[in-house]
């Protein structure tokens, strides 16, 4: 197997482990416990990404640019990821102390962010895949003692996922050996270092950060304005749709790298195609996906969500899904062309736009308007997006 392929299949390999385990674990809460459970699990598991993104710092892309310089350059990320960490600590135990788990399990997500944007930089995935099926045997074990009732609680279940992902972590670390030094790392002040990498980072951790929090911010915010029942209950229709998402990462990923490499007539072409491919599949997902509804969703939850109100919310989740498979590819049209910035501004706006609405949304119609809203600021993004592409004729 040559080189290029060898990598393809060690980091598809470890992509489909990262999901498929998490994936797993969300359906088995689902099913098993009750929608307040669940609920609340949800919402922390999003506040952890959400401030794992921050811890972080965008070390995600950065590391990815800058991994094959030495492996300085991993310490000096891990340090600005320890420092953003003992400061959001320190303002959070003051505040809301019954975060802490919470912003363990972060710490623990962001120190793998890290180690496997590194580890990416420089060609590692094969290693990578390791260390990826050595936390999914663990996450097994984890969702097997849950299971057979080991973890009582959430904070519970939330330490022994922080326990793996340390432990993942520091065993990834061996791998990198004896050049991991951090006196090595530090020629110049410690204060000065991490402001420097602070400050050189600073465009990668915003654009990161907002990122994560549009993707979690329809977890946190139904939570905020009805409760963790009816985030529990969106979440488990939303297990359903999730897994298909992966086909805009994987559209937009060839997409990019073609379009990086083309001419103006070429991108308009690949674009165009991009386009028809992506909304033809939506489409035919949609009349798929819909049709076999109640048959998935008596396999996954018996017949808990056979109402009405959950068929309506699955149906405007699948036409999200959609708009997103064709939004994504004039994200990545945007991106190629240098507009970063702007999409940054309009995801921005999107974030506030989605907290003004949905709390009529939800007052209104539970899950079903909170569906409604995420449906309507999707299609506002696509738009711009649309208007923005043609007016820089891609």
Not at 19 to 47: D, E
Not at 91 to 103: E, G, S, T
């Amino acid at each position: 197997m040559g080189g290029v392929k060898r990598d393809i299949f060690f980091n598809t390999f470890s992509n489909f482990l990262q999901f498929g385990t998490r994936w797993f674990l969300n359906v088995m809460l689902a099913r098993n416990f009750s929608p307040v459970f669940y609920g609340k699990f949800t919402l922390l598991y999003s506040l952890a990404n959400l401030f794992s993104s921050l811890f972080a710092f965008g070390s995600n892309l950065f590391l990815l640019h800058k991994a094959q310089e030495n492996v300085s350059v991993l310490i000096r990320s891990l340090l600005l990821t320890i420092s953003i960490f003992v400061i959001v600590l320190t303002i959070i135990l003051i505040i809301f102390p019954k975060y802490l788990v919470m912003l363990l399990l972060a710490f623990s997500l962001a120190l793998n962010i890290n180690l496997f944007s590194y580890y990416k930089g420089i060609g590692w995935f094969d290693k990578e895949a390791r260390l990826y099926l050595l936390f999914s045997v663990a996450l097994l074990i984890i969702i097997l003692l849950m299971l057979k009732g080991f973890i009582p609680s959430v904070n519970s279940l939330m330490l022994m996922l922080t326990g793996i992902n340390f432990a993942v972590f520091l065993i990834g670390l061996l791998y990198v050996g004896s050049s991991f030094n951090f006196k090595s790392s530090m020629k110049t002040n410690f204060f000065f270092l991490v402001k420097n990498e602070f400050i050189e980072r600073f465009t990668y951790g915003v654009h990161e950060f907002l990122s994560i929090l549009f993707k979690n911010l329809e977890f946190i915010l139904l939570s905020i304005y009805a409760g963790n029942k009816y985030l529990g209950e969106y979440r488990a229709i939303y297990n359903l749709v999730f897994p298909f998402y992966t086909i805009a990462t994987i559209t937009s990923q060839v997409l990019l790298s073609r379009l990086s490499n083309s001419t103006k007539d070429k991108r308009k072409l690949l674009l165009r195609k991009f386009t028809i491919l992506t909304g033809s599949v939506g489409a035919l997902l949609f009349i798929i996906l819909y049709g076999t509804y109640p048959f998935v969703s008596q396999i996954f939850y018996d017949s808990r969500f056979t109402d009405t109100i959950y068929k309506f919310t699955y149906l405007l989740m699948l036409a999200n899904l959609l708009v997103y498979l064709i939004k994504s590819n004039f994200e990545v049209a945007l991106t190629a062309t240098g507009k970063q910035d702007f999409r940054v501004k309009v995801l921005s706006l999107s974030i506030l736009f989605l907290t003004i609405i949905d709390f009529f949304t939800i007052k209104l119609g539970g899950i079903l308007g909170h569906s409604l809203a995420i449906l309507i600021v999707n299609i506002c993004m696509f738009l711009i997006y649309l208007k923005e592409t043609l007016s820089l004729r891609t």
